[in-house]
Every structure is written in C-alpha cells, then in structure tokens.
C-alpha cells in the first residue's frame, strides 16, 4: 500500500492507504534500488535485506509484491526512466 499512496503504482492515485510508515518505506526503497542495480531482482532475500538495513526481519511477502508489480509493468515508468526491469523469459 505504500507503493500506492507514494504514486509508485500505475493507475492508483496517491493518497492514503496505510499506516506502516516502516512498511511503505522498505517497499519504496526496493524500487530505488532495483533501480540503480535491476540485477538484484534476482536475489529477493538480498533485496529485502538491503531494504530494511537487517538480515533478522522477514519480508512477509513484500518483496513479492514489489517484484510482480515490477516485473508485470505495474511500477510507474517516472521511477525507473528506460531502465525498468523486465522478468527473464523462462
């Protein structure tokens, strides 16, 4: 819900959508550094670890949004530019 409040999300407007002010932000930090290193899309622990500054937090989950969000096209272009990763073809 973070990534919605914060524009992040195509088609959703900004506003507000949840509480976790903890939650929106390691979500919001994931999409800056898929990013600057679109190859750490491969290693979802090492994203989610970089994310929240901790290797003892789980993810819940989160990191799977992120990711599908990102790799269906659903992350809003203006936070990528021309370097939106795209899933590899299986």
């Given at each position: 819900?973070?990534?919605?409040?914060?524009?992040?999300?195509?088609?959703?407007?900004?506003?507000?959508?949840?509480?976790?002010?903890?939650?929106?932000?390691?979500?919001?930090k994931?999409?800056?550094?898929?990013?600057?290193?679109?190859s750490r899309?491969?290693?979802?622990?090492?994203?989610?670890?970089?994310?929240?500054?901790?290797?003892?937090?789980?993810?819940?989950?989160q990191?799977?949004?992120?990711?599908?969000?990102?790799?269906?096209?659903?992350i809003?272009?203006?936070?990528?530019?021309?370097?939106?990763?795209?899933?590899?073809?299986?």
């Amino acid at each position: 819900m973070g990534l919605c409040e914060e524009g992040y999300v195509k088609g959703v407007p900004t506003g507000n959508y949840t509480k976790s002010k903890k939650n929106k932000s390691y979500a919001t930090k994931a999409v800056r550094l898929l990013k600057e290193k679109p190859s750490r899309a491969d290693n979802k622990k090492q994203l989610w670890n970089k994310a929240c500054g901790s290797k003892n937090k789980k993810h819940n989950s989160q990191m799977d949004v992120v990711l599908a969000l990102m790799h269906n096209d659903f992350i809003n272009q203006r936070f990528f530019g021309a370097s939106l990763p795209r899933k590899k073809s299986q």
